[in-house]
């Protein structure tokens, strides 16, 4: 059964830093992009950063480039996204998404439409 667990979040003050982790099961992670995407009240979910299958590129959304980093620990089949300089506007619930079980390159690493299995979500709050 695959199944992604998002674990991290909290309330930080702007300018902290947190770190997301995104635990997998059911499927070798390696294999398969994984996204982090986040969603404020209001707003549609917006795609964060992507590290994308076995070459390990990444992207990134701008809003975040240079603030987030996205890693993969294969022996723990876990994703992680490293949270700095956090913003206000970065308050969101976070979650992670793999595209498996499909064999083709992701085409649109920040659009959800490209993932199929989703976590349930983890709160983080910027705020002073």
């Known amino acids: 059964q695959v199944q992604l667990v998002e674990s991290g979040g909290g309330l930080v003050q702007p300018g902290g830093s947190l770190r997301l982790s995104c635990a997998a099961s059911g499927f070798t992670l390696d294999y398969y992009a994984i996204g982090w995407f986040r969603q404020a009240p209001g707003k549609e979910r917006e795609g964060v950063s992507c590290i994308s299958s076995s070459d390990g590129i990444t992207y990134y959304a701008d809003s975040v480039k240079g603030r987030f980093t996205i890693s993969r620990d294969n022996a723990k089949n876990t994703v992680y996204l490293q949270m700095n300089s956090l913003k206000p506007e970065d308050t969101a619930v976070y979650y992670c998404?793999?595209?498996?079980?499909?064999?083709?390159?992701?085409?649109?690493?920040?659009?959800?439409?490209?993932?199929?299995?989703w976590g349930q979500g983890t709160q983080v709050t910027v705020s002073s």
């Open positions: 998404a793999t595209d498996f079980p499909r064999v083709l390159l992701i085409r649109r690493p920040l659009h959800p439409n490209e993932y199929d299995y």
